[in-house]
Every structure is written in C-alpha cells, then in structure tokens.
C-alpha cells in the first residue's frame, strides 16, 4: 500500500514537472513537494523514525555534492561570461553554417565531456552556444544535442559520467577497456541524432548581425578568466583522482582560487565597477530555481530507493528478462525517468564481482545504457537539468522534439555494443 501510495505521488509530481507552463506552476516546486512529500509518507509509515531520518542525511549529503558541484561550475561558467571570455572562443568559429556549427559545438561536447565531465561540458557548451545562436528555437535544439552528445560522450569513459566512475571505483571496470569496448557504441549513440537534427539545420546561416559581435576581441581579463575557468575545470578530475575526495570538493577549491584571481585583478577599479565582476555578483545570475528543482527530484528519487522500490524493480526485471542484454537495456530507459546514479548502485548491489567479474561485458553494457539513455528524458540527466535551467527550456518541447532522436541513438549505442561484442569479444 505505501509502495503503490510512493509511486503515485512520484508519477503525480513527474506529471506536474511535464505541465508546467500549461499549470503555471515552476517545475523547482512541483519536484520539491514530491521529494518531501514521499520522505514524509515513508517516515510516517516507518516503525524507526530514526534509521528513515539516517537514511535521508545519507541522501542528502549525496546529493547536496552534486548540488554544490553545479553551483560552482555555474558560477565559474558566470565569472568567465561576466569577463567576455567566451568571445576568444566564438571569434574564431569562422563557419556561418547552423549546420556546421552544430556538427562543431556536438563533437567538441562528445569528447570534452570524456576528460570533464557531462555536467560540467554540458554547462560551459550550452553557454557557449548561447553567445553565438540568437533565435530560440535554435537555441533550443543546440541545447538538446549538448545533452545527448555530453551524456554520449560521459559513457565511455571512467571520468565522463559519475555512474561510469561509480563502476570504476568499485572495480567492476578498468580504464583502458571500457574506453575500449563502449567507445565507438557512444559515438554512435551521439552521431545518429545529430545527423538527423542537422537536417533541420540545412541551408541555414547565422545572421550577420551575430557574426559580427561576436568578432569583438576579449580583453586581457577575458583571457585571463578563459584560462583559469577552463583550466580549473579540467583540473578538477585530476584533483579528485589524486586525493580521492569528492568531486564537489575540487570545484569549491577551483571557486575559491578564482575568487582570488578576481579580487586581485580588479583590485585596482572603482566599487560599482569591481563589483559587476565579482563571484558573488556572478551567484546572482545564476537559475536557483534549477537547483532547487534538481534536489527535489534527487530527493524524491532517493525515497523510493531507500524503500526498496527500484531493487524490487531490478529483481523482477532479472527474474522476467533472464537476458543480460534485455537488463541493460531496459535500465537504461529507467535512467531517463529516475536518476541513473541509485539504479547502478542498485545493479552493483545485486550483482558481485563473483558473478560478473571485472570487465565482464554486463558492466559495460551498464555504463552505456545508462550513461546514454539520460538524454531520453531531459531530466533524466544531471546534464539534461543543467542545460534546462539555463536554457529554461520546457519539459514537453524536449519530450516531442529531442526524446526520439535521444531514443534512436540509445537503440543504435546498444545494437553497435551487441554487434561489436558477438563479433570480436564472444
């Protein structure tokens, strides 16, 4: 009964995120009810008020790191903004074709993200396209191949997307094969909806007007920003890799040294001009709605794993399917409603190195269907959610327009994968 109760509460939320501009209700509130809503019926039926609120902290912290890793990419994306840092970038893209430059902006994501991360690449992209597209429409279709291309992109590599780093972490994959064995799968799974989303995109060309702002040189401080934005960002797996904290870790000490880059580089300007470029300036123009919207969902997310809701559903799909390939598969679309993070934990839970062993073929399949099938749902993703905030971009213009490209390149991943795998690796 509580189960069915969880479950019609998440389905009730999901359906007020998909109708928010039809309801006018923000889609940060409509996730925040349900996530508080489904820990409140799930203490209230608990018989230990005190393991249910242990359980919750432990959520929590979980997700207030992906939360604060957001926050400080966001502002670091702000700060370089703020500087005109993008305009080095955007100046040497010569090409006035929209497809063309859709064809850029995707490849540069696919492979960025692998030594970033989806999120991260996700962001710094969006923002990017931002200052070289003015339609909206536009903006919009760029924004949903940055999702696919980005989560694509995270897959196949141990850094790319936190679930490929959960399977590394926990050994159950290693560097070199996974890169090996699901690379070609994600380019796939990126580059068949990006060749059909370029034919809406024949024929077009940037507006004169665009071009012709964005050929405004940077100024020292822009580059100064670019460079220690960019560079920060990179150095942030490699932070993680090295001491082995959290990821949310290095972005707040990447946030930190740019804070002090900033205030030195304008010590010298008067108050009302040093502070437009301040950090804390640069907070205010973040989407906190988004944020918000993210730790509701997580939240909620979180509810029905901690009551066992997503194990049972990976038992019966194990108990029905009996095909590992079919599991895969079908997590992979679970990915693109619930978060692919506890569905994989769920997974490594149910399943030990004794039955698959490292860099079985089963833990691949994983990392791809889950990695790629985010993009399914825009909200599937962190990506998918970070891309939403700064675009604002609606639910259902995604579900119609971006859905079924996303679900033929994830058909097209696994079909490569199982190709791949019967011919050279049975």
Not at 168 to 173: A, E, F, H, S, V
Not at 247 to 256: K, S, Y
Not at 386 to 391: H, Q, S
Request: hydrophobic share 55%; proline share 3%; aromatic share 12%.
């Amino acid at each position: 009964m509580i189960s069915v109760l969880l479950i019609t509460i998440f389905i009730i939320g999901y359906a007020c995120i998909a109708f928010e501009h039809p309801l006018h209700l923000n889609k940060a509130a409509s996730a925040l009810l349900t996530g508080v809503l489904c820990w409140t019926v799930y203490i209230l039926a608990s018989n230990s008020y005190k393991q249910v609120t242990e359980e919750l902290l432990s959520h929590f912290g979980n997700i207030s790191s992906i939360l604060f890793f957001l926050l400080g990419a966001m502002t670091i994306v702000e700060i370089i903004d703020s500087h005109n840092g993008f305009e080095i970038i955007t100046s040497r893209i010569k090409t006035k074709s929209k497809r063309k430059l859709l064809f850029i902006i995707s490849i540069i994501t696919f492979f960025l993200s692998a030594i970033l991360d989806n999120l991260t690449t996700a962001i710094v992209m969006t923002s990017l396209s931002r200052k070289l597209l003015t339609e909206k429409e536009d903006r919009y279709w760029f924004a949903g191949m940055i999702v696919i291309a980005a989560n694509a992109g995270g897959a196949w590599s141990p850094l790319g997307d936190v679930t490929t780093t959960m399977l590394w972490i926990d050994g159950q994959i290693t560097p070199l094969n996974i890169i090996f064995k699901t690379f070609l799968p994600s380019f796939v799974a990126a580059f068949i909806p990006l060749l059909i989303a370029s034919l809406r995109f024949k024929g077009k060309f940037l507006i004169a007007t665009t071009s012709e702002t964005l050929q405004k040189k940077a100024d020292r401080e822009g580059k100064i920003m670019l460079f220690c934005g960019i560079g920060f960002l990179l150095f942030v797996p490699l932070f993680k890799t090295l001491t082995h904290l959290p990821p949310f870790m290095g972005m707040l000490l990447v946030l930190g040294l740019l804070w002090i880059i900033t205030t030195i580089i304008h010590s010298d300007k008067e108050e009302d001009i040093r502070k437009k470029y301040t950090v804390a300036k640069a907070m205010q123009r973040i989407d906190t709605p988004s944020i918000l919207f993210f730790a509701g969902i997580l939240l909620a997310v979180a509810s029905l794993e901690s009551f066992g809701i997503l194990k049972q559903v990976a038992n019966f799909m194990d108990h029905e399917l009996q095909n590992n390939f079919l599991i895969g598969s079908m997590l992979g679309v679970l990915s693109a409603i619930v978060d692919n993070v506890p569905l994989v934990a769920a997974t490594q839970g149910m399943y030990n190195l004794s039955v698959f062993p490292t860099d079985h073929y089963f833990w691949e399949f994983i990392a791809l269907t889950c990695g790629s099938g985010g993009s399914i749902i825009i909200i599937g993703s962190a990506a998918g959610v970070a891309v939403m905030g700064i675009e604002n971009i609606r639910f259902g213009w995604y579900l119609k327009k971006i859905s079924w490209l996303a679900f033929m390149g994830f058909i097209a991943g696994i079909l490569v994968y199982i190709t791949q795998h019967w011919l050279f690796f049975q």
